[in-house]
């Protein structure tokens, strides 16, 4: 579990598959703010998370006996380590907040190609983290998914 000052965050995030930025649902983008760059989008079952150039943004829909959906921000800015860890199937984003609590993104049913953007996606996030402009380079090539995989089988 990951908690913000003593306030549960998400329970698990198994991102299972992303989402092409067009089949986003509308609320969704309803986050997004002047100046900001929509980086990825995730599904994870009910669930949806995006990632920006300036901030995480997980949506939890429970189903319980009170349906609800808890909506939480994360801003680069109140991460202070960070790490990813490639499994042969499977990659973990781990974060921890300046509060001490980390946070687990996991990547689910991954293929080489999904690792490919991973890496630039982590990439990108850690030069933000680091506060430095994401190289244009790295950019460039997840706006457009343009991913090169033959260059990069290392993962």
Do not use: W
Request: charged share 30%; net charge positive.
């Amino acid at each position: 579990m990951a908690y913000i000052r003593y306030k549960e965050v998400t329970k698990h995030f198994n991102f299972t598959k992303p989402i092409d930025k067009k089949n986003l649902p509308s609320y969704v983008l309803d986050y997004l703010y002047e100046n900001e760059i929509l980086l990825a989008g995730y599904k994870v079952g009910r669930d949806h998370g995006i990632i920006t150039n300036k901030k995480i943004v997980l949506f939890d829909n429970s189903i319980s006996f009170k349906p609800k959906k808890e909506i939480t921000a994360i801003p680069y800015h109140a991460v202070s380590a960070h790490s990813i860890i490639f499994h042969p199937s499977s990659a973990e984003i781990y974060l921890l907040l300046d509060s001490g609590y980390p946070l687990l993104l996991k990547f689910v049913n991954l293929k080489s190609e999904d690792k490919v953007k991973l890496r630039l996606l982590y990439n990108a996030m850690s030069a933000v983290i680091c506060r430095q402009e994401i190289p244009k380079k790295v950019l460039d090539k997840i706006i457009n998914n343009d991913f090169d995989y033959d260059d990069n089988k290392e993962e």
